[in-house]
């Protein structure tokens, strides 16, 4: 039974930082490319960076650039956020996935083939 389980979500103040994890379970995780997306209210849910199964490859939003790092262990079957210098902008519901090798490069919505139920992240004074 897959099951992917986010963590670390809360509020923060605009310029904060926040680290967010995702724990994995039920497939080989060494074998999947994870990323994370975030889905704003009112918006359609979007890429923020993804990384390939071997760590070879990482993408990144333009939007979060210089300001976010994803990083995975194979051995823990996590893999990590960690956000910094937050906007307002940046609020929503971030979900973690797993897909095949195209999520690494793509980072879109339909290149994941397993997600979790998501955790809140709001920036804001």
């Known amino acids: 039974q897959v099951q992917i389980v986010e963590s670390g979500g809360g509020l923060v103040q605009p310029g904060g930082s926040l680290t967010l994890s995702c724990a994995a379970s039920?497939?080989?995780?060494?074998?999947?490319?994870m990323g994370w997306f975030r889905q704003a209210p009112g918006k359609e849910r979007e890429g923020v960076s993804c990384?390939?199964?071997?760590?070879?490859?990482?993408y990144y939003a333009d939007s979060v650039k210089g300001r976010f790092t994803i990083s995975r262990d194979n051995a823990k079957n996590t893999v990590s956020l960690q956000m910094h210098d937050l906007k307002p902008e940046d609020t929503g519901v971030y979900y973690c996935a797993a897909g095949g090798l195209l999520l690494a490069t793509r980072c879109t919505v339909p290149e994941g083939d397993y997600w979790g139920q998501g955790t809140q992240v709001t920036v804001s004074s």
């Open positions: 039920g497939f080989t995780f060494g074998n999947f490319a």
């Open positions: 990384i390939s199964s071997s760590v070879g490859h990482r």
